[in-house]
């Protein structure tokens, strides 16, 4: 009895040690970890820790260790290697994530992103107790702010801290181990303590590496999350780890959405999620490989039962691909990231709330527009969505289902015979031009608020083109009339077709001043 305790605590680690994607008994964790661990020892190029030789193809990494070495020594060796704190700034610096020295905006939001999630403990990173200040430049050197973050002394994953493995006494590692809330955040074992085995446990220490973090600024009341971790489903590792690199560089040619701390400030979770997708996917513009199959975004923030540590409030499970994914890609181009000013440092905020709204829609088998009406039923949110008019025109050309193209197009063929008619108007009455289009927005506006039913907004629409075209019938209707009229008199669509009717109403980008001049040919 007394061997086989022995036994359990003290295990020998295989040599080589070989990690398999196929694995059937991996989680999507692992997998994310694995991808990490693959991207860790792409970084290393030729240059690893001595003694050790590792090898990544696209589905294990096998690390094998010479002979003369402990199974302590290898494992320090490696996580040597693996983790590292920059000694200027007392920032964490992870070399699987490919970012340069230079790169300051975007090592701090992963910083401050980790320090909230894996983190999130002083015990797991001890530092300094007053917040360093960092002032940030843009790419083209425009001052953005000076952003406060925590220093840290050391982190959890250069010690293996908590897990008996580097103290552990002649080199022996136990069988099993525990898997700490620095390893996988927001992890819970309840009554006892998350175990698996110690090679597992080696390989879950890169699942930071292999995620991104992200800071959520929602500009919704009820969401109290304030960080999130997307875990990748990794299905390639060689292209996984060339993702990764791609993000962080400099260069490309390619639209990247995480890659700078503005990037790393979004509004919600299924945002960050869906962004961080695209620049993995943005490969596919150089190379055919596909590195991921979705991922998890695992929101982070306080929740009534514990008001001591963040922890999951919100786990949503995200495709790789959506039919209306050009919609958000779009609703992107509104902008990313702004920096506000207060009396209490730099802040940063999201400066359009329409990818935030997007992302959560598609993400929950919802309507890209569902809920547009929320942000433009009150009047000053109306105005402010007028000055992302030409991000707006860029969403609706991004459209796929025909219906919408179909309620979108008609609904401004409408309003551009409205602009030429209030032309006109102005011309001959020497009125002011502008003023006349404000008022017949809002009014429209509210008219399209106040319905209640499918029937009545099916009715005031068509009476709507009709005023519009004075009596004759528009192109759109003509070429489309029959589908249009039954989308909008199904009243299962009342909803979709409400916030459509918005949405064309605020994305109209016609040259209104070309209206007044010469009205409608």
């Known amino acids: 009895m007394a061997k086989k305790l022995k036994a359990l605590r003290e295990y020998k680690l295989p040599n080589p040690l070989v990690y398999r994607l196929s694995n059937p008994n991996y989680t999507i964790y692992h997998r994310a970890a694995l991808g990490g661990?693959?991207?860790?020892?792409?970084?290393?190029?030729?240059?690893?820790?001595?003694?050790?030789?590792?090898?990544v193809d696209r589905d294990q990494v096998r690390l094998s260790w010479d002979e003369s070495l402990s199974d302590q020594e290898f494992l320090h060796r490696l996580i040597s290697a693996s983790f590292k704190l920059d000694v200027e700034s007392k920032l964490i610096e992870l070399p699987g994530q490919r970012i340069k020295t230079g790169i300051k905006d975007l090592r701090l939001a992963i910083h401050n992103g980790i320090a909230a999630t894996f983190l999130q403990h002083n015990k797991m990173r001890p530092g300094e107790?007053?917040?360093?200040?960092?002032?940030?430049?843009?790419?083209?050197?425009?001052?953005?702010?000076?952003?406060s973050y925590k220093a840290v002394n050391e982190y959890a994953h250069r010690k293996a801290q908590g897990l008996g493995l580097l103290d552990a006494k002649g080199g022996a590692f136990p069988a099993?181990?525990?898997?700490?809330?620095?390893?996988?955040?927001?992890?819970?074992?309840?009554?006892?303590?998350?175990?698996?085995?110690?090679?597992?446990?080696?390989?879950?220490?890169?699942?930071?590496v292999g995620c991104a973090a992200f800071?959520?600024?929602?500009?919704?009341?009820?969401?109290?999350?304030?960080?999130?971790?997307?875990?990748?489903?990794?299905?390639?590792?060689?292209?996984?780890?060339?993702?990764?690199?791609?993000?962080?560089?400099?260069?490309?040619?390619?639209?990247?959405f995480s890659n700078s701390y503005l990037g790393r400030v979004v509004g919600g979770a299924e945002e960050a999620a869906l962004s961080f997708l695209l620049d993995l996917h943005a490969e596919k513009e150089v190379t055919s490989e596909h590195s991921v199959r979705g991922c998890v975004a695992v929101a982070m923030g306080k929740v009534a039962w514990d008001k001591n540590q963040t922890n999951r409030s919100l786990v949503v499970k995200v495709r790789d691909d959506y039919d209306e994914i050009a919609?958000?890609?779009?609703?992107?181009?509104?902008?990313?990231?702004?920096?506000?000013?207060?009396d209490l440092g730099d802040f940063v905020v999201p400066s359009n709330p329409l990818p935030e709204l997007v992302a959560a829609n598609l993400t929950r088998a919802k309507h890209w527009c569902a809920n547009f009406r929320s942000l433009v039923s009150e009047k000053k949110g109306f105005e402010r969505m007028l000055f992302s008019r030409g991000g707006l025109n860029a969403m609706k050309e991004s459209v796929k289902d025909t219906?919408?193209?179909?309620?979108?197009?008609?609904?401004?063929?409408?309003?551009?015979?409205?602009?030429?008619?209030?032309?006109?108007?102005?011309?001959?009455?020497?009125?002011?031009?502008?003023?006349?289009?404000?008022?017949?927005?809002?009014?429209?506006?509210?008219?399209?608020?106040?319905?209640?039913?499918?029937?009545?907004?099916?009715?005031?629409?068509?009476?709507?083109?009709?005023?519009?075209?004075?009596?004759?019938?528009?192109?759109t209707l003509r070429e489309k009339g029959e589908s249009i009229r039954k989308f909008i008199f199904n009243s299962r669509n009342f909803e979709r077709f409400q916030n459509l009717c918005l949405f064309a109403l605020v994305s109209y980008a016609s040259d209104e001043a070309k209206s007044a001049m010469g009205g409608v040919n």
Do not use: H
């Open 37 to 55: 661990l693959a991207a860790t020892i792409q970084s290393w190029d030729d240059e690893g820790p001595d003694d050790i030789k590792a090898e």
């Open 129 to 147: 107790k007053k917040p360093r200040m960092l002032p940030l430049s843009d790419a083209d050197g425009k001052e953005l702010g000076v952003f």
């Open 176 to 208: 099993t181990t525990s898997i700490p809330q620095w390893m996988v955040p927001g992890a819970t074992g309840g009554a006892a303590a998350l175990q698996t085995s110690t090679d597992e446990v080696i390989l879950l220490m890169y699942l930071m």
């Open 215 to 256: 800071l959520l600024r929602s500009r919704s009341s009820q969401e109290k999350a304030q960080a999130c971790v997307i875990v990748p489903d990794v299905i390639d590792l060689l292209a996984f780890a060339t993702a990764i690199k791609r993000i962080a560089a400099s260069g490309q040619k390619f639209e990247r």
């Open 327 to 342: 919609v958000f890609r779009a609703a992107k181009s509104l902008g990313r990231s702004v920096v506000v000013k207060t």
């Open 403 to 475: 219906d919408d193209q179909a309620v979108i197009r008609a609904f401004q063929e409408a309003w551009k015979y409205k602009m030429g008619a209030l032309g006109e108007r102005a011309r001959n009455e020497g009125l002011d031009f502008r003023r006349l289009v404000e008022v017949e927005r809002e009014r429209t506006r509210n008219d399209i608020l106040r319905t209640k039913t499918s029937e009545m907004l099916a009715s005031w629409f068509m009476r709507f083109c009709a005023d519009a075209t004075r009596g004759s019938s528009l192109a």
